[in-house]
Structure formats: structure tokens, C-alpha cells
């Protein structure tokens, strides 16, 4: 049999040619959402009289046989069969024979193709959904085990002011709790059905495009023909999203690259999330964090190519559409698997707490402690960080930290600091005292994480 849309050619095919146009390498990932998405169209042709009974049986058992040799893994693909559809279609002309041809009745390759795609990202987004909320558990129970391990917060990476690791554990269950409520929010705009659009005008034929949406299950359906065979904004927000969600993971990959390096030394990775260098023996990389902030690069530009592709197509189907593809399977792989690796490397990441809580001794993270106990003394506030300021300046010169000043001095230069200055310093206390609302205060953290547990149904 030759090209199933070969009736106006006369000339040969060129395989080199017909290998430029196929898709088939990529799009056979949506074998089964094809299928599924034919098995409801003939369904409803059967339902609407468009076809008998009889044929439609036929077509659905011949669906079925395809579909089990699918799972059987006995399909092969080709080339010549240009993508997925055509495939199949060609498989159920080999089960069945001529009423195989009914099947496209009222239908296009432009609204299945566009059909099987919203099946497959709604299934994909399900996924990714559960594995971020996964990922949100790992950070609860990591930040639950250490609201007291004490860390330097940082700005400009410059030791800032101590904080809890668990609050900073709870900044990314933050980010990635807008990440899972992005993609959910997103399926409504994916949930909804193409089919019937055919090529782009509909068609003449009585169909009934909410009874085979229904069957397929998605909630509604495209209400303009043309917005449903050239709409790509669902793959877009998705690869979106996914942009974003990257993103944090790989801000998170960076730092814990950092505290994994020899001047920081706050996190130990497991022999299974490392590996060795070749030359150097004592070498164990932090790998895994390293490609998750690379892998960043692909789904951004996942992103970008699509939005390109997109942004100068007249409607309604162009093959350009066929470009929509392989960004988003790669998308869809990438970050199922980032957020698997994320997940059992923090899980299963040690925490070098000593090293933690020292590094916020021996240094001026506590400068706006001396600063915040003037000031609640009555000195301007202003005035109160000029007068840290260069007392800093003043200890850097001789090497010590605020602690080191002797209360002589510390009197000398303003009569308002008391002995209790030294407990003020002090890293915990200071993280202590921040009773603020969503600050670093262990009170304030231990709810954050109460409030994080009952999120997740815990
Ligand atoms: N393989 C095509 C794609 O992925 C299917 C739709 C083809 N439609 C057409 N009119 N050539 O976009």
C-alpha cells in the first residue's frame, strides 16, 4: 500500500525527504494516547449513526489487537509511515482490511494529533505533581530533624545572619509548593478536548464532540475549531512551569554544591548521589546537583524553542507544529527524573552541624543583634548601626568578633550595653528572639513546618 494521503501524488517519494518530514522517531511515544484517542472516536461514530454498529466494532477490536501487539511490544515504526498516526492507521488496515479506512471519518491528523498530546501532558503533569509533593516531604522531615541545627544566612553570599537550616529547608518546600499548585492549576487548560475540530472547520458529518471528550475524559471542549487544532498554550505553560520549577531545583543543586566544597563542609552527599574523578583519588563531586542546575539549560530553551516556533505561525495547523514535540517529551523526562534525584539526594544528604554553627561564631552575623539592642534602648537606629559599624571596623582591625570586646569597652563607648550583651550575641539567641511572622524564630519555624505537614496530609 502506498502513503495513506497518496491519491494527488504522482510523483515518487525520496526517502531521504520523507525521512526530513517524519516524526515518527518521537511522536511514537504517544502510540498509546493514539489509540486511545481513535478508540473514542469511532466510539462516537457508532453513536451517532456515522458509522454501523458493526463497522465500529470492528475498528475498536482491530484497535485492541494493535494495541495489545503495542504492549507486547510488536510494533515496529517506519519512516515511510511518516508518524504515529499513520503508523497505527496502517497496523489496523493490516488487522482488519478496508473498513479500516473509516476510521478518519470527521476526523484530521491535525485534532488527533493535537488530542493525543493534551492526553499525554495531562498525564505527565499527574506525575510531576506527585513527585513534587514527594520532594515537599523530604524538606518537611528535613527541616523538622533540624530546626535547631543553626546556620549563617547569607546575602550577596556574605554571612548575613544566623538562621535555622530548617528555615532554610522550608524557603524551597515554599517555592515548590507555587510550583505544584502552578501545574495544578495548569490542567484545566490541558483538560480540554481538540477533537472534532478536524482539519480546522469542523466537519459535515453529525458528530458529537462532547460525547467523545467525555470519553476520553477531559472536562470540555476547544469552543473554535481553529483555537483547538493550532492552540500549543497548554505544552507552553507547561514547559513554563516546568522552567520554573527547574530553576529552584537548580538554586538549590548550587548551594548544595557549595556546602558540599571544601570551605564550606556544612553537607555530606552519599557515595550514590557522588563519583570519583579519574585522575584525582580523593575527588567525590557532587555530580548529580551539577546536572540537575545543567539540565536548567535544556528546559529553558525547551521553552524558548516552542515560543519561537510559534510566534509567526498564521492559523491554523502548520507542520511547524510537528517542532512541539521533542522539547516537551525531553521537558517531561528531565524534570521527572530531577525531582526523583533531588529528592534522595537531600533525603539522604548529612549535615555537618558543628561546622554549621561554628561558622556563626566566627564571624559578624551578629551585628545587627548590637545594632537591634541599642535601638530598643532608645538609641536611633541610624545612629545604633553607625556605632556597630565601627566597632566592627575597629575589631577587624585587631582580629577578634563582637563577642571578644570587653564590657569595659563595650561601656566606654555607650553606657546602654549591659552584661546581658553577650547572651544577645550569642547565634541561638539571636535566632531565638525573631518571633516575626515568617522569620527564622525556631517558634516561627516549628509552625511553618506544622503548617507544611498538614499541607501534605501528615
Ligand atoms: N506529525 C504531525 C504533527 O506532529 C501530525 C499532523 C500532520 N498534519 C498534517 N496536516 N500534515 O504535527
Redesign the pocket.
Known amino acids: 500500500m502506498g502513503k495513506l494521503w497518496g491519491g494527488r501524488f504522482e510523483g515518487k517519494n525520496e526517502a531521504w525527504i520523507d525521512a526530513f518530514g517524519a516524526?515518527i522517531a518521537f511522536?511514537q511515544k504517544l502510540a498509546k494516547q493514539d489509540i486511545q484517542g481513535s478508540l473514542a472516536h469511532v466510539q462516537m461514530l457508532a453513536k451517532t449513526g456515522i458509522l454501523t454498529g458493526e463497522e465500529a466494532t470492528q475498528i475498536s477490536d482491530g484497535l485492541r489487537a494493535v494495541q495489545q501487539k503495542l504492549l507486547d511490544g510488536k510494533l515496529t515504526f517506519t519512516i515511510e509511515n511518516?508518524?504515529?498516526?499513520l503508523n497505527i492507521e496502517k497496523y489496523l488496515h493490516e488487522e482488519i482490511g478496508p473498513v479500516a479506512g473509516k476510521l478518519h471519518t470527521g476526523r484530521?491528523?491535525?485534532d488527533?494529533?493535537a488530542t493525543d498530546m493534551h492526553l499525554y501532558l495531562k498525564e505527565i503533569v499527574g506525575e510531576v505533581i506527585e513527585k513534587i509533593q514527594l520532594l515537599r516531604e523530604v524538606l518537611v522531615n528535613k527541616a523538622e530533624e533540624n530546626i535547631e541545627t543553626i546556620m549563617p544566612g547569607y546575602t550577596h553570599l556574605q554571612h548575613a545572619q544566623p538562621i535555622s537550616f530548617a528555615h532554610h529547608m522550608m524557603a524551597y518546600y515554599g517555592m515548590l509548593s507555587r510550583d505544584q499548585e502552578r501545574f495544578s492549576e495548569s490542567i484545566k487548560r490541558i483538560d480540554i478536548s481538540p477533537l472534532g475540530s478536524a482539519?480546522l472547520a469542523g466537519t459535515t458529518f453529525p458528530i458529537d464532540r462532547e460525547y467523545a471528550a467525555e470519553l476520553l475524559g477531559f472536562s470540555a471542549i476547544y469552543e473554535n475549531s481553529l483555537d483547538g487544532v493550532s492552540d500549543r498554550d497548554f505544552i507552553l505553560e507547561f514547559l513554563s512551569n516546568s522552567s520554573i520549577l527547574i530553576m529552584h531545583l537548580s538554586r538549590f543543586c548550587e548551594e548544595i554544591i557549595l556546602w558540599c566544597s571544601h570551605e564550606f563542609q556544612f553537607v555530606e552527599l552519599t557515595d550514590t548521589f557522588s563519583t570519583g574523578s579519574s585522575i584525582m583519588p580523593q575527588k567525590k563531586n557532587p555530580d548529580m546537583a551539577e546536572l540537575i542546575r545543567g539540565k536548567s539549560g535544556r528546559v529553558f530553551g525547551n521553552l524558548f524553542a516552542l515560543l519561537t516556533v510559534l510566534k509567526g505561525l498564521p492559523l491554523a495547523?502548520n507542520?511547524d507544529?510537528?517542532e512541539?514535540?521533542e522539547g516537551m517529551f525531553d521537558t517531561a523526562e528531565t524534570i521527572l527524573t530531577s525531582l526523583d534525584i533531588m529528592a534522595g539526594m537531600v533525603e539522604t544528604m548529612s549535615l555537618n552541624k558543628e561546622i554549621m554553627e561554628q561558622s556563626t561564631e566566627k564571624d559578624f552575623s551578629n551585628a545587627t543583634e548590637l545594632a537591634d539592642y541599642l535601638a530598643s534602648k532608645g538609641m536611633p537606629f541610624r545612629q545604633a548601626h553607625e556605632v556597630v559599624g565601627k566597632l566592627v571596623l575597629d575589631c577587624t582591625k585587631k582580629g577578634i568578633y563582637l563577642q571578644d570586646v570587653p564590657l569595659e569597652e563595650y561601656q566606654a563607648i555607650t553606657p546602654l550595653i549591659q552584661a546581658d550583651i553577650y547572651h544577645t550575641l550569642a547565634s541561638k539567641t539571636a535566632i531565638e528572639r525573631r518571633h516575626s511572622a515568617g522569620g527564622t524564630g525556631f517558634d516561627q519555624v516549628r509552625s511553618a513546618i506544622e503548617k507544611g505537614k498538614k499541607e501534605l496530609g501528615k
Not at 82 to 85: K, N, P, Q, S
Open positions: 516524526s511522536d511518516e508518524d504515529i498516526h484530521s491528523r491535525n488527533q494529533v482539519a495547523y507542520k507544529l510537528q512541539d514535540k
